[in-house]
């Protein structure tokens, strides 16, 4: 899959001519990179909260905002909600030719069989709206806002996914779009797709943290008081997603491997941590993380590894031994298959060239 990240890194340019400038964190001019919300009657607003969040608190180093924020509706104006009350936007259609990225979240309307986006047509004064959307534009949707994107075209060939309740309607008005039900988010280049509501968050961090690397991202997720880093791959929902009360937590034994992934660690280990055979840690830790504890364990190496290539001047040896992968090769084959890219790769995209200590000690070696 092809993502955010590499396309920076590897300075990728998609055929369709769109890709180019898609996604930049600082776009021409000196200004903030403007995101603009796109909201249709029967907004969800969590979905269109998580985005002014997550957007909103990135701040660089010296505090400064990184994003501009901007909501718009088909027509200036109240809004209504899926709930009690209405929103009242100021903007119309004409923020969409302003921004740098476009963030369609989902609508009551995506439910509506018989008409709009919901039977597979947009409607003529959304299809215009997003006419004016600019070639190289970073375009993103929430839960059914996947619905919009199809019915414009924009996931022809593309993967994508959306809320598991509508999987079916989807597969079945969008038979040329390679639609994923089992994953958070996808993330395509120059568009990327969310699973629905939670899931918003996970990808609005994966942005940011392509936009500006993982301790922007971090430092957002910890005054949101949200997880900074959930892969995008993770299973959407688990039968029992929240273990029976009978049931020992594997929490005590997330915590303890996050402070010793320098460490080989076994599944023997990690499940005498919490006085579990193998086989009954495995089945709860998976009923409560929705992966594999081997698969959350590479997943956490690979984030220990992407933070101390943009915070520290270590050389990759090193960092592969501090994130527990053993050996540089090991570390450049976890991280090319997490993000597409070398260390060497990503390090020159979020920390630049000149960076003390990368040709010492064997590091120099992508």
């Given amino acids: 899959m092809a993502t ?5 890194a590897m300075g990728v340019e998609e055929s369709s001519g769109r890709g180019a400038d898609r996604g930049r964190a600082v776009p021409e001019g000196g200004r903030r990179h403007r995101v603009v919300v796109l909201v249709r009657d029967g907004m969800l607003p969590m979905e269109v909260g998580i985005v002014h969040r997550i957007f909103g608190e990135a701040r660089s180093a010296d505090g400064e905002l990184l994003y501009e924020l901007v909501t718009c509706a088909l027509r200036p104006g109240e809004v209504l909600t899926d709930t009690d009350f209405t929103v009242h936007v100021a903007h119309g259609p004409e923020a969409l030719a302003t921004a740098d990225t476009v963030v369609v979240p989902a609508s009551g309307a995506d439910y509506d069989r018989g008409e709009g986006c919901g039977a597979g047509r947009l409607s003529a004064e959304l ?10 534009t970073r375009i993103a949707s929430i839960c059914t806002g996947a619905f919009v994107l199809a019915a414009a075209g924009l996931l022809d060939g593309r993967r994508a996914t959306t809320h598991w309740r509508s999987v079916d309607d989807f597969r079945r008005l969008f038979p040329s779009v390679e639609l994923d039900a089992d994953v958070l988010y996808t993330d395509c280049g120059e568009v990327l797709t969310a699973a629905g509501v939670a899931s918003g968050v996970d990808l609005c961090l994966h942005m940011v ?6 301790a922007v991202a971090n430092d957002v997720a910890r005054r949101t008081v949200v997880p900074p880093h959930r892969e995008g791959g993770q299973a959407q929902y688990i039968q029992r ?4 009360p009978r049931l020992s937590s594997t929490g005590a034994a997330r915590a303890w491997a996050l402070d010793h992934l320098d460490r080989p660690l076994s599944l023997r280990e990690l499940a005498a ?3 579990m055979s193998v086989r009954t840690f495995t089945r709860r830790f998976r009923e409560e993380v929705g992966v594999s504890p081997l698969q959350w364990l590479t ?3 690979v984030e220990r590894a992407r933070q101390l290539l943009e915070e520290t001047e270590l050389t990759v040896d090193r960092i592969a031994a501090e994130a527990g992968f053993g050996t540089a090769a090991s570390l450049r084959q976890h991280l090319q298959a997490a993000v597409g890219v070398s260390p060497r790769a990503y390090r020159g995209t979020f ?5 003390g200590g990368w040709a010492s000690a064997g590091g120099g070696r992508s």
């Fill in 273 to 275: 941590r919490e006085s």
């Fill in 209 to 214: 943290r392509c936009d500006h690397g993982a």
């Fill in 127 to 136: 299809a215009q709206a997003l006419g004016r959307i600019r070639p190289g």
């Fill in 241 to 244: 997603p929240v273990p029976e």
């Fill in 351 to 355: 920390r630049g060239p000149g960076i």
């Fill in 299 to 301: 997943q956490q190496r």
């Fill in 4 to 8: 955010v990240c590499q396309d920076r």
